[in-house]
C-alpha cells in the first residue's frame, strides 16, 4: 500500500510540473518588426484660393527591423505625395512632401493619404489632411466647365468612366460633396434640410444641366458632360438613399 501512495505522489508531482512549465507564445511587442510613425492630422491651416501649396511632414521608423513603404496614395489628383526614402532603418526618420493645387477649391477642404508598408499591425496608414480655402471675392471660373478638362479632368472625369450609383459617386463627386454627402467644398447633399426641399426631377437636372456661377457643371452628355442617362438616374437614386 506504502508503495502505491508514493507511486501516486510521484505521478502528482511530475503532473504538477508539466502544468506549471512556462507556456511559449507568439506575441510580440510593439516595438518589434517595422513601425510606422506619423501624424494621424495635417492642418495646412488657411491658404488663397489659386496657389499650390507645399509642405513638409516627418515620419520615422519606431520598430526593430526595416520599414518599407511600398505605396503613398493621395485620394484626389490636385494632392501629390513624394517620399524622401521608401525604406528606413530603425530609428531612421524620413519626410513626406505634399503639394496641393487649390484650383478652383473653396472652404473647408479634407484629402486622405495613405501609406502602405510592412507594418503588419497597420499595413494601410491613413492620415488625414484638411486646410481652408479662402477665396477672392470673383470665382476662378464660371459653372465649373473646367473640371471636364486639365488637372481636374482625372478627378471628376476619369475615375467614374463606366461606373454607377455607389461606385460613381466615390469616383467623382465625393471629393467636392464628402464621402457621406456631408459637404466639402460644395454642398451637403445629405444634410436633412436640403433633402426635404429637392426631389427625384429636381436632382437630375441639377447633375445633368449644372448650376450656372458655382463649380457644378452640366454632367449629361447631352449637355457636354461626361455621364450617360443611366448614370445620371443612378446617382439621383443614390442620394435620394440619405432621406
Known sequence: MKQKWLLCLCLISILGCLTNKPQVTDQVTDEE??????VDLIDIGEVEQGKTVEHLVKFSNAGSEDLKIDEVQASC?????VLSSNVLAPGEE???KITLDTFAKKGEISKTITFFSNDYLMPEKIIKLVTMVKAPPHPQFDAGETLFSGHCRSCHVDKGKGLIGTSLYLGICYQCHGVDGEGNSARALSDPDYLKNVDEAYLYK???EGERGTAMPGYSDKHGGPLSERQLNSLVEFILEWR
Request: proline share 6%; net charge positive.
Open 206 to 208: 441639377w447633375i445633368a
Open 33 to 38: 518588426g517595422p513601425r510606422l510613425k506619423i
Open 77 to 81: 489628383g490636385c494632392t501629390a505625395v
Open 94 to 96: 524620413g519626410e513626406l
